[in-house]
């Protein structure tokens, strides 16, 4: 009997001391490769919830060894969220839109006429994020701007690769604006909108609708921190942030293989530009340098990096990237010519930030209308981490509304 006591507490102490260096691991782990500009928005909350996000993944590759379950799937559960409960301002129901799955949110209240519809794209990497993580976000647009709004849900990678995620947009966003009517909605005012990977994914989207002549003009795009390219990785905002949670430049590089081919075996090619041969890089200096980047976006430091060439191994791995409904930064100026009125959103601490100065460049001098929101001491993500209680931070809730008085315009 003592000595199964004995045995239990040595059990016991050996877990909570494994406990212990989880913990002190994950902690040393997140603040030894994160840097936190002392210019952002909640410097210390945004710590925390690095080391949060850390710890997740951390415990996430554990069971993975243990064989209980994959990283991947135990992040996208963590990061789940939950359905809420009736919302007095609207009629909220899940539908299928063909085979993709989608949550409609309709304001209750009486309208003179059919109202403006907002489909969403939710960020996340194109691994992870659903209707469920973006519920607040959808509501909130919904609520206050008084739109009818379409989350969608998307197939996700690895499981899924390109172009499945940007396919099951395009056939939401066909079918919703064909059916606009039943929804009471007007078929002449569809925005397309989206965070970050949902951002890539409305460009993409739009892009392809504004060509279709059987279908209504979309009215908008709405896009939020969005990657509009895999071509560059060491643009100003890559080297500068590239170590500002919540998405780090190496991540990036990682999601976009993920999204391409489901495998990352030439992650540290696509970093170092050695991924695409330097005449295929040239073929879209016009569009995507960083001379096209304003002077005070570089104050924080740049360092222009050589072109250098790659393996034909690489290219032929890798060369979807320039496809421009994976890259829309790259459509043909016939395309862009004819793209909608946008709203464009970036984050100063943000590696994605230049994406969204290069394509809203591109806009002007195409002359489409842009409507142009930057948070100063922004950090990519902060949009959906509205209604996340003690997690959500003061300027994604005015990122947000100012996506709302964008909406109200329209």
Excluded at 91 to 113: M, T
Excluded at 186 to 196: N, R, T
Excluded at 359 to 373: F, H, N
Aim: glycine share 8%; proline share 6%; with cysteine.
């Amino acid at each position: 009997m003592a000595f199964a006591y004995m045995l239990l507490v040595l059990v016991l102490a050996v877990f909570i001391a494994a406990f212990i260096l989880l913990v002190v691991g994950t902690i040393y782990f997140a603040l030894s490769n994160s840097e936190i500009p002392p210019g952002v928005d909640q410097p210390v909350k945004l710590r925390l919830l690095h080391i949060i996000l850390t710890g997740t993944a951390v415990l996430g590759k554990i069971l993975e060894r243990l064989g209980l379950c994959s990283q991947v799937g135990f992040v996208r559960y963590m990061r789940q969220g939950k359905k809420l409960g009736e919302d007095p301002k609207l009629f909220i129901k899940d539908l299928q839109f063909g085979r993709v799955p989608v949550r409609l949110y309709q304001p209750q209240a009486p309208s003179a006429g059919r109202r403006r519809g907002v489909i969403y794209f939710h960020g996340g990497g194109w691994m992870f994020g659903s209707i469920d993580s973006y519920e607040t976000v959808c509501r909130y647009i919904a609520g206050e701007s008084e739109s009818v709004v379409v989350s969608v849900e998307y197939r996700l990678a690895p499981e899924h690769t390109y172009p499945a995620q940007y396919e099951d947009c395009l056939a939401a966003s066909t079918h919703f604006m064909k059916m606009a009517e039943d929804y009471g909605v007007d078929p002449a005012c569809i925005i397309l909108a989206g965070d970050s990977a949902g951002g890539n994914l409305a460009a993409a989207v739009c892009q392809t609708l504004v060509t279709s002549a059987d279908l209504p003009k979309v009215h908008a795009q709405l896009l939020i921190y969005p990657c509009l390219q895999a071509i560059d990785f060491n643009l100003p905002s890559y080297q500068q942030n590239r170590g500002v949670p919540i998405l780090f430049r190496e991540r990036a590089a990682f999601y976009v293989l993920q999204y391409l081919t489901g495998d990352a075996s030439f992650l540290e090619d696509v970093l170092e530009g050695s991924h695409l041969p330097v005449d295929v890089k040239l073929k879209f200096r016009k569009w995507l340098s960083a001379d096209n980047i304003p002077k005070e976006f570089k104050v924080r430091g740049y360092k222009p990096k050589v072109p250098i060439g790659c393996s034909l191994e690489v290219y032929e791995a890798v060369k979807g990237l320039c496809e421009p409904s994976f890259s829309p930064l790259l459509a043909e100026e016939a395309v862009v010519h004819q793209l909608p009125a946008s709203f464009i959103l970036t984050c100063e601490y943000d590696v994605l930030r230049d994406d969204g100065l290069l394509y809203k460049k591109r806009l002007e001098d195409s002359g489409v209308p842009v409507t142009w929101y930057h948070i100063e001491n922004g950090f990519h993500g902060v949009i959906s981490l509205f209604g996340h209680g003690g997690l959500s931070f003061p300027t994604g809730k005015k990122g947000l509304d100012s996506i709302v008085s964008f909406l109200r315009s329209l």
